[in-house]
């Protein structure tokens, strides 16, 4: 289980982008998180990992206390948490297998990653994963080669080969059309069916509804709504996107 207590986080400047934030996430759940541009979503995900350091609260995994965790243990929560982001964040230059491989650096000796040298066991596991999201074709071009859709799926691939317990996907399909956008939650859906728990934070209701076990909403880094996708009656929408809201999924 996920549990995240009380969680704020107030940036330099005074900027509160959450408020109190209190959830829990069972194992295998599949939960979205939505809400407007800078509601929060995305320094909630990044949170739970650590790229950001939150002001207070606590996030507590698996019996552990990742906001206290000193970087030892760190570096080993990090190693069972996926990530999967929204521009992809891969090497453009490097071909797509090292992309995926870097999924691996947290196993591997470091000086030898420095020079791309990986056990072939792992060489073996980034097909395999590749395979998995229909790129095994492409394992030796560039990055910077493919469309966005299948530089999205190489993301999922580097996520998997850490052989997460958790999968944070931040805005994963927000730069990509609706037939890639599904084939993306298609993935992430396959993923979680294996047992990992995935915390996707998305805009659109009718991928929420698609996909999603459970939702969560954000609005101004407070936590306004709490449920199943088919309790967002209007009201509801309206209170988490604004007034002059229109719904469309």
């Known amino acids: 289980m996920l549990k995240v207590e009380n969680l ?25 998180v939505i809400g407007l541009s800078g509601s929060g979503k995305s320094t909630l995900l990044r949170c739970i990992n650590r ?9 507590i995994w698996d019996g552990v206390d990742v906001t206290n965790a000193s970087q030892e243990e760190l570096r080993r929560v ?15 230059r490097s071909k797509v297998l090292t992309n995926v491989l870097a999924g691996r650096l947290g196993y591997v000796n470091p000086a030898l990653s420095i020079v791309n040298k990986f056990p ?19 394992a030796n071009a560039r ?20 052989d997460p317990e958790i ?25 979680n069916q294996d047992g990992v728990m995935v915390l996707c934070s998305l805009h659109f209701l009718d991928l929420v509804h698609q996909y ?6 954000l609005n101004e880094g407070k936590l306004v709504f709490e449920g199943s996708p088919k309790e967002i009656d209007d009201a509801k929408f309206k209170e988490i996107y604004g007034k002059e809201a229109e719904r469309v999924g």
């Not at 790229?51 to 996030?59: F, H, R």
């Not at 927000?174 to 599904?182: G, I, M, R, T, Y």
């Open 8 to 32: 704020t986080k107030v940036y330099e400047g005074g900027v509160q982008a959450l408020d109190d934030v209190s959830f829990e996430v069972e194992k295998g759940e599949f939960l979205a």
């Open 212 to 217: 999603a076990d459970r939702v969560i909403a």
């Open 143 to 162: 990055a910077d080669t493919l469309s966005g859709g299948q530089q999205q799926r190489v993301g999922v691939a580097r996520a998997m080969m850490q």
């Open 167 to 191: 999968m944070l996907a931040d805005e994963p399909v927000a730069s990509l059309d609706p037939v890639l956008a599904h084939s993306i939650m298609q993935y992430l859906e396959n993923i």
């Open 120 to 138: 072939k066991a792992d060489i073996e596991k980034a097909h395999t994963q590749l395979a998995r999201v229909g790129l095994e074709d492409k």
């Open 51 to 59: 790229l950001i350091e939150p002001t207070s609260g606590t996030i």
């Open 78 to 92: 990090r190693r069972r948490i996926g990530m999967v982001f929204q521009h992809f964040n891969l090497v453009s």
